[in-house]
């Protein structure tokens, strides 16, 4: 069996270490790089620290406008797959590198699998979410992270090829787990009691007011806030004329060691980014969430998870009582969504897409 896998950006390079670790046990795996991420911080760090293999080919695409940056994408990726003839493409996510391996390996009539499919924010105007929609339905295997995005799939009409394999990020996170600690956070600067905090979403940081609502929420936080600056924002901040408040200590980018252990260690995380809100639950990190919705709504039972917006009172009511709340972590799948993939890749396409889903998993408790 032959795959192609598409990566591009932070996000995906996390979610395709495990599954291609198990994939090349079995399997050819060839890994196209689009190149959306390109520095250093942003990339090559992943590779390395999560032991993937060198991307076969890096299509050099880098930063654009959206249509630029996937349609060039999209005319690279061509050539690629047209010379490899996998027998699956494999896709990550939401991001625009995703969107351009659906629609390549679509035009083809390449088979097409999405790993985490049926997510939904049902907010169009955010990119991530055209993403996914156009991707989930044009795929053929739909893996599926929970329950709730087996529903979001149905409601829109697709059932077959609809698996649910639980979330290949906790397989990732699994990995390292060991490598985490507070001496790792400590080298940051970031001594505890202390926040720790991301901040990249183009719709909390491209407009003016929104990026300076959320300044606000920082700067309403009792302790140090720690931040590892994504370029997106650090461009945003420059184009506004904006600094952040005087409790952020603003960090370069930080690779997945870091970032989990900063974490790991902190009072709580103050996020927009998808996957650190699971992330911090895995680690027992209670977590506001500076958005009006998540995706991951399993991450706000329990106690662990709040969404607060861009409001510095509704943050600062939450974190009162998260802090008051007793919940710890809970490990919200086991580990090996990855194997399940790589199993189901194998089975030929036509079998695979008549299985019913399989049967929601509970979440179990976390052993810390
Ligand atoms: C992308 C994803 C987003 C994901 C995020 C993770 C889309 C539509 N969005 O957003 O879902 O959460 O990745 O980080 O695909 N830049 C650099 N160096 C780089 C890459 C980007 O400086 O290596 C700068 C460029 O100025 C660029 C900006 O960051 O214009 C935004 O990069 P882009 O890849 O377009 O989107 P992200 O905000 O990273």
Redesign the pocket.
Known sequence: MKVVSVVG???QFIKAAPVSAELRKVADEYLVHTG????EE??STFFAELGIPEPDVNLGVG?GPHGQ?TGRMLERLEVVLLAEKPDWVLVYG????TLAGALGAAKLGLNLAHVEAGLRSFRRDM??EV?RVLTDHLSDLLFCPTPRAVDNLAAEGITGGVLQVGDVMVDALEQVRPRLSAARAASLGAVPPYFAATL?R?ENVDPPERLRAALEVLAAMPQPVFLPV???TA?ALDRHGLTWPANVQALPPLGYLDMLSLVAHAEALLTD?GGLQKEAVLLGTKTLTLRDETEWVETLDGGMNSVVGLDPEAARAALESAIADPATGRLLFPPGAAAAIVAALRRPPSSSQQDPPSPPQESVPLDR
């Open positions: 950006a932070r996000p959306q991420h390109y520095d942003l990339s930063s940056q939401d991001t625009n590198s990119p991530e993403n990249h183009a994504h370029p997106r461009a980014s």
